[in-house]
Each structure stands twice: as structure tokens, then as C-alpha cells.
């Protein structure tokens, strides 16, 4: 066998790269010019962002080349973020949430330090992840990285170089200068003498996200003008091959959506609408479950938990009176409600998701959705505001949002409200009638309306592809309201129950090991 080489991927970056002064100031020059161009006509062209990540070795020169660009380039369109150790309040959501907030948008240029690798690789170096947990963290980086440039991101990744024995040269000449001293600190002393186990766990990491849309460029960091130039030659060359090309129409790459059933029966056709529950009867119900929610909700084990209820359904289904009759039953300060309608500008200049994101609650709070992210699959899947190739790609990017919330301990529930398409009907005329229910019915429900077999299909898709085992569909009977609302009510707070009975037997489980 040939002996380990942890370094074997960084062979080339090791190499004593150099480049003169004079040949320095002579490329720099025009390649300063270049990348501001490029940028004004990013802005301008405002068809996508472009987003850098900055890893690798400390004291490879990341921190210098991110202040020359702002200093080459206009820094009013350029985003720096850096990541360091988590927040409380970044803690308390999952650990893609704070990524997705500072994404930049359409026109300009992000920058972030330390992206979502680092603390991947921290984790595993120090023991606190095990080799399954790390490949589970690429595999959902990989995943994510691909929704990104499949929502039209420029993503450019470079990795910072430099050998031990130039990182150990790099950190002394930073300790014994005054001015630098600084830079120096007991975390990068510690992570020095793990300079072998870095290397070995950026490995696999490295070569397995670094792909044909977003590959890794591993930058020499030990010569400052030899590094300077690979970024920005390498940046530059990226963004004129996106500004000049002409955008593609894509082909779905993904499963064709599913065949009709021949018999014409499916999940929603399989319903009993007409569920019976007296007024009298549901007023007993509603205080029952009201009240078993409300304690569940001031439970000290829903600190380690939250909250996500996603509320669709046919129009007039009412999605808003079952929410009210949720949410009554909390304390207002502990919950929000989104009403989810047609993309902002603001929500245009992001990846689909990201307006989602940004919703997540943290730890302890509560978040219902009046409508969601699902309006891909559903309205502008059929109404044709997307493309066939981005709303069949949903269904996977939908599976990926709502797995990584339920691995952070958010309790997801889904409903849909169905009514028949009589009953539909009778509500519409009935909101017509009354003075202040007309705002509740406008054009788009007729012509929506006229869709119905459209909406069926792309409803009894939308289930069969993201009703998983952890976050399963409900199908509500609505054209009884108080049925609905019941039913509503029961699960969540059926959910909210067993979600802090899990909690309460995990503790016990630890519990028991620590008195061994």
C-alpha cells in the first residue's frame, strides 16, 4: 500500500508559486479595471448574484484578498459576511438558516467567510461529529449548493492554501509584528497543531462538494501577488462567461410528473366532504382541544422544540378560521402568522426558498403559514409562472427545507382544507353578498376556479412527493367548517403532544446513563 499523503489534493498548492512585482503591477491593473467593469454590468444585467466563498488555511491571505476586491471593486455592491461561532439566536434554527439570510441578490456580489463547510470540519476535527454525521453534512451541502446554481447563482469557491511549514512561517511573522499581533489567536494555535487532521477532514469534503457548476479552486496562499491574481483572473473569467452567455431554456431533469389513475380515483376524490359535527358538539370539542393545546404550549420541553404549521387548500376552503381557532388557543407573543402571497421584487432577487427561510422560528415559537412554500408546485406550476424544470426540482429542494427543520427538532405540520367544488361555489356567492366578507373574494378565485381539474392534479402530486413519514400531509373534510376546525385542532395538538413526548424520553435516556 502507498503511504497516506493528507496533502495529496493540495500537491500543486504547494509548489513555490511566484510572481514578480513588475509583472504584478502590470496585470493587476488591468484586471482591476476589468472586475469593475464586470460588476457594473452585473448590476445592470441583474440576472443573477454572484456569491464567493473565502475558506481554507488561517493565515493564507482570505482576509487580504476580500478587502482588495472591495477596494478594486464598488463596495455599495458587494455583501461581506463573516460566520464565526454560531449565535444563540442562530443556535435555536437550523444550521443553514443564517447562510440563507445574507444570500446576496440578483445584481450583486456576495462574500462570505467561512460558509457552511467550516463548522463541518471544525466539528469533525474535534470529535464532537462521527463519520456518518460529516458524510450526512456534505451530502445536504452538495444538495444545497445545487438548488443554488440551479436558482441561477454564480457560486465561486476558493480554498486558501499554504503547507505546515508556511503556515507556521506565516503565524510567527503575524505574533512578532505589533500590528498583526492581533490576527494571532489561542483558536488558531490550537488548530495549527491539528494542521494533519484539518487537512485529512477537508479532504473528502473538498473533493465530493467541488462539482462541474460549483467546483473548489485551491488558491496558493504563501506569495500575496501570486494569490491575488489566480482569484481575481479566476472571478473575472466567471463572470463575463455568465454575463455573455444567452439564458437556456432547461429540460426537466427530474421524475415526470405522475401518471393519472385510471380509474380516476385519487386522494382527494377518496374523501368524505360531508363530515357531520353539530354546532353544540363542536363548541364542546373546540374548548376540549383548545385547552390541552394550551398547555402543551407553555410545556418547559417546547424550549428545545418550534413550531412550523403549513395551512393550504382550495379557495374559500377556510384556511384562515382553523388558524384562528390554533392560534387563539396560544399566547400571542409566543406566535407568527404569514400570509404568503405573489413574490415581492425584494423575494424575486432570491432563491425560491429564501423568502421561507427567513420565517424559520427559533426555539420555543411558533410560525403558521397561510399558504407556503408549496405555491411552486401548486399556482405557479399551474398558472406557468415557473418553468417546468424549476417546479419539478421543487418537490426535492421542499423535501430537503422541511428535513433540515425537522432534524433541528421543529415539529412541521401540513394540512389541506378540501371542499367540493358546489360548496366552493355557495361561499364565493355568500362572500359576494356580505358587506365584510367581499374583500375575501376577488377575480383570481374564479379564475382559478376554472382550473379546478389543473389544481386537483398538481394537489394529489404535491402529496404523494412530500408527504413523508416525519412530515405527513393531513387531508381535512372542509365543506363542514366546524369538522374542519376540530380536525385541525386535534392534530396539531396531537403533534405538539407526542413531539414533547419524544423529548421527554430522550432526556429520561440520558438521565439513566448519567446515574451509571
Not at 484578498?65 to 439566536?89: G, Q
Amino acid at each position: 500500500m502507498l503511504p497516506e499523503n493528507p496533502e495529496a489534493m493540495f500537491e500543486s498548492a504547494n509548489l513555490k508559486h511566484h510572481v514578480e512585482k513588475a509583472v504584478y503591477r502590470r496585470e493587476a491593473a488591468k484586471l482591476r479595471q476589468a472586475l469593475l467593469d464586470a460588476q457594473y454590468d452585473l448590476k445592470e444585467n441583474g440576472r443573477f448574484p454572484v456569491l464567493i466563498l473565502m475558506a481554507g488555511v488561517e493565515g493564507a491571505g482570505k482576509s487580504e484578498t476580500v478587502n482588495l476586491l472591495n477596494e478594486w471593486m464598488d463596495p455599495r455592491h458587494i455583501l461581506t459576511r463573516a460566520f464565526f461561532d454560531p449565535s444563540d439566536e442562530e443556535h435555536e434554527r437550523p444550521a443553514l438558516w443564517r447562510f440563507w439570510r445574507a444570500l446576496p441578490p440578483k445584481g450583486k456580489t456576495g462574500i462570505f467567510f467561512g460558509a457552511w463547510h467550516t463548522m463541518p470540519i471544525i466539528q469533525r476535527v474535534m470529535g464532537e461529529i462521527s463519520d456518518g454525521e460529516f458524510t450526512r453534512e456534505i451530502s445536504e451541502i452538495q444538495r444545497f449548493e445545487k438548488m443554488l446554481c440551479d436558482e441561477g447563482v454564480l457560486l465561486l469557491k476558493y480554498w486558501f492554501h499554504l503547507s505546515r511549514g508556511q503556515q507556521r512561517k506565516r503565524l510567527k511573522e503575524l505574533a512578532s509584528d505589533p500590528k498583526t499581533r492581533w490576527r494571532v489567536t489561542d483558536r488558531d494555535r490550537e488548530y495549527f497543531k491539528l494542521y494533519k487532521r484539518f487537512i485529512k477532514v477537508s479532504d473528502p469534503l473538498l473533493r465530493k462538494t467541488s462539482t462541474g457548476e460549483a467546483p473548489w479552486i485551491v488558491v496558493p496562499g504563501a506569495d500575496a501577488r501570486y494569490r491575488t491574481l489566480t482569484v481575481g483572473k479566476h472571478m473575472l473569467a466567471a463572470m463575463r462567461e455568465r454575463l455573455d452567455e444567452k439564458p437556456l431554456k432547461r429540460l426537466p431533469d427530474k421524475t415526470p410528473p405522475l401518471p393519472a389513475p385510471a380509474d380516476h380515483l385519487n386522494v382527494l376524490r377518496a374523501l368524505e366532504l360531508d363530515q357531520p359535527l353539530t354546532k353544540v358538539e363542536y363548541e364542546k370539542e373546540l374548548e376540549k382541544w383548545q385547552g390541552r393545546l394550551n398547555v402543551a404550549s407553555r410545556d418547559p420541553r417546547l424550549k428545545s422544540l418550534s413550531v412550523v404549521a403549513v395551512f393550504e387548500g382550495n379557495d374559500a376552503a377556510g384556511k384562515g378560521g382553523a388558524i384562528r381557532r390554533v392560534t387563539s388557543a396560544l399566547d400571542a407573543r409566543c406566535y407568527t402568522n404569514v400570509s404568503v402571497a405573489a413574490p415581492s421584487e425584494e423575494e424575486r432577487a432570491q432563491p425560491y426558498l429564501w423568502r421561507f427561510w427567513r420565517h424559520v422560528p427559533r426555539h420555543g415559537r411558533f410560525t403558521f403559514f397561510d399558504r407556503s412554500w408549496y405555491g411552486r408546485v401548486l399556482v405557479e406550476r399551474v398558472e406557468g409562472f415557473c418553468t417546468e424544470a424549476d417546479w419539478m426540482r421543487a418537490y426535492t429542494e421542499i423535501n430537503d427545507f422541511e428535513g433540515a427543520l425537522l432534524r433541528h427538532g421543529t415539529i412541521v405540520v401540513k394540512f389541506w382544507l378540501t371542499i367540493s367544488k358546489e360548496e366552493q361555489f355557495r361561499r364565493f356567492k355568500l362572500r359576494e353578498k356580505v358587506t365584510f366578507k367581499r374583500f375575501k373574494i376577488t377575480d383570481e378565485d374564479w379564475r382559478n376556479r376554472k382550473k379546478w381539474d389543473q389544481y386537483e392534479t398538481a394537489v394529489c402530486d404535491m402529496v404523494d412527493r412530500t408527504s413523508t413519514t416525519s412530515a405527513p400531509w393531513t387531508l381535512v373534510e372542509a365543506n363542514n367548517k366546524y369538522h374542519a376546525r376540530i380536525k385541525v385542532l386535534r392534530t396539531f395538538c396531537r403533534a405538539l403532544e407526542a413531539a414533547l413526548d419524544r423529548v421527554g424520553k430522550a432526556g429520561a435516556k440520558k438521565g439513566g446513563k448519567k446515574k451509571k
